[in-house]
Structure formats: structure tokens, C-alpha cells
């Protein structure tokens, strides 16, 4: 396999580096934390009821930046791993495929065994040896099914509190006789409120990045 990743042609080379550029955004929304930040914040606004406020594009800015913070070692791993044979060799494919080992070391930390054997049962039939064994493209889907899981698990543990409000206010106002008044008007307030004094964002971004392995 070394000789053949040594023997492509340069421009080809060329073309599947430009391939994998193209791949880039697809990588970093679905191989990396993003994906459970952006699930868990959505879900959090949708349950303190402010859909507009804040704006789907500052929580994409946050989700993008914490990724970024808690990926940085991975990352500068990645970046390691491509120097060193592209040095020496001058091979973009083996480089690329060197500096696919960081990423796919990280997803592994983060994706539940039965999902990895799925998959692996389906395209090899047998258990590998090591995770050496294990390309990047069985681990990914394994890892999303995983970071799916997760999010929503943090998702309805961030829910449960809102929805017990909501309860008690929609009581309250049935106790009151006060039907025709909407409970979410007078529970997005009192969950505002709830939230800023227990410093909300500060504990799930805290919470969220401890989450990772």
C-alpha cells in the first residue's frame, strides 16, 4: 500500500488534496463537537421558549469557536502527523491519511461500542484486531449515531426544568381562573429570569466541554 501512495502521480495528488479541501466543512460539522454543541444549544433555546433570541448565528459563532477550543489539540496533532511524511516524502495522500489517525483516535474516545460494532460487523464481518484496523469512514457514522445520542440526552436533561415552569405556571393560571391567557407568556419571563441567576450559559458551556473525553 506504501508503494502505491508513493508511486501517484503529482497531479493527482493535486486533485485528491482538492478533494479533501471540499470535504472539510462536512468533517467539521460531523467529526467534530460541533455537532453536539449545535444540537444542545438549539435545543435550549427552543425550551426557554425564545426562539429568535439569540440569533441562530450567534449560536453557530459560539458552537464554532468552543469546537475550535476543544479540538485544538486534535488538530495541532493532525497538523503534526501531515508534516512528517509530506516532508519526507513529499506523498499528500500518505500525509492526508497520516493526519486522518488524530481525528479518528479522537471520534473512537467518543463513540459507544455498540454503535462502532455495527458498523464494523456490516463492512468486515469480524471484530479487528486493533483499532489501527478500523478506517476513518466506519468510525464516522459510529461517532455521529454516538454525538446524536449525547446531545439529545444533555438536550432533555436541559429541557425538564422548563417544562416543570411551564407546568406550575399553566396551574397557577388554571387555579386562577385565567384560561384564556397563554402559560408561556407568563413562564418565558420566570425561566429568564431562573436562568441569568444561576449563570445558565456559563454552566452548560462549562458542562458541554467537560463532556468530552
Same mark, same amino acid.
Not at 500500500?1 to 502521480?9: F, G, P, V
Not at 493535486?14 to 472539510?24: Q, W
Not at 458552537?63 to 485544538?72: K, N, P
Not at 396551574?171 to 386562577?176: R, V, Y
Given at each position: 500500500?506504501?508503494?502505491?501512495?508513493?508511486?501517484?502521480?503529482p497531479?493527482?495528488q493535486?486533485?485528491?488534496?482538492?478533494? %479533501?479541501?471540499?470535504?472539510?466543512p462536512?468533517?467539521f460539522?460531523?467529526?467534530?463537537?460541533f455537532?453536539?454543541f449545535?444540537?444542545?444549544?438549539?435545543?435550549?433555546?427552543?425550551?426557554m421558549?425564545?426562539?429568535s433570541?439569540p440569533?441562530?448565528i450567534?449560536l453557530?459563532?459560539l458552537?464554532?469557536?468552543?469546537?475550535?477550543?476543544?479540538?485544538?489539540p486534535?488538530?495541532d496533532?493532525m497538523y503534526?502527523?501531515?508534516?512528517?511524511?509530506?516532508?519526507?516524502?513529499?506523498?499528500?495522500?500518505?500525509?492526508?491519511?497520516?493526519?486522518s489517525?488524530?481525528?479518528?483516535?479522537?471520534m473512537?474516545?467518543?463513540?459507544r461500542?455498540s454503535d462502532?460494532a455495527?458498523?464494523?460487523?456490516k463492512?468486515?464481518?469480524k471484530?479487528?484486531?486493533?483499532? #489501527? #484496523?478500523?478506517?476513518?469512514?466506519e468510525?464516522?457514522?459510529?461517532?455521529?449515531?454516538? #454525538?446524536?445520542?449525547?446531545?439529545?440526552?444533555?438536550?432533555f436533561?436541559i429541557?425538564?426544568?422548563?417544562?416543570?415552569?411551564d407546568?406550575?405556571?399553566a396551574?397557577?393560571?388554571? %387555579?386562577?381562573g385565567?384560561?384564556?391567557?397563554s402559560?408561556?407568556i407568563?413562564?418565558?419571563?420566570?425561566?429568564?429570569?431562573?436562568?441569568?441567576?444561576?449563570?445558565?450559559?456559563?454552566?452548560?458551556?462549562?458542562?458541554?466541554? #467537560?463532556?468530552f473525553?
Open positions: 500500500m506504501d508503494n502505491i501512495l508513493k508511486d501517484i502521480n497531479v493527482i493535486l486533485l485528491i488534496t482538492m478533494a %479533501a479541501f471540499s470535504l472539510l462536512f468533517i460539522v460531523s467529526m467534530t463537537p455537532l453536539r449545535t444540537i444542545v444549544f438549539s435545543m435550549l433555546k427552543t425550551a421558549g425564545t426562539n433570541v440569533p441562530a450567534t453557530i459563532g458552537s464554532l469557536i468552543l469546537t475550535i477550543y476543544t479540538m485544538s486534535v488538530f496533532n503534526q502527523a501531515y508534516q512528517v511524511p509530506y516532508q519526507k516524502n513529499k506523498n499528500v495522500v500518505e500525509a492526508l491519511n497520516a493526519s489517525k488524530p481525528l479518528k483516535e479522537y473512537l474516545k467518543q463513540t461500542q462502532l455495527f458498523f464494523v460487523e463492512t468486515k464481518g471484530a479487528p484486531q486493533s483499532p #489501527e #484496523e478500523l478506517t476513518l469512514w468510525v464516522a457514522p459510529a461517532y455521529i449515531i454516538s #454525538e446524536l445520542k449525547t446531545a439529545f440526552e444533555i438536550g436533561i429541557y425538564v426544568p422548563f417544562i416543570v415552569l407546568l406550575v405556571v396551574n397557577i393560571l388554571l %387555579a386562577l385565567m384560561f384564556m391567557l402559560p408561556q407568563v413562564s418565558t419571563p420566570f425561566k429568564l429570569l431562573i436562568f441569568i441567576a444561576v449563570d445558565g450559559w456559563s454552566l452548560i458551556v462549562k458542562g458541554l466541554v #467537560e463532556s473525553n
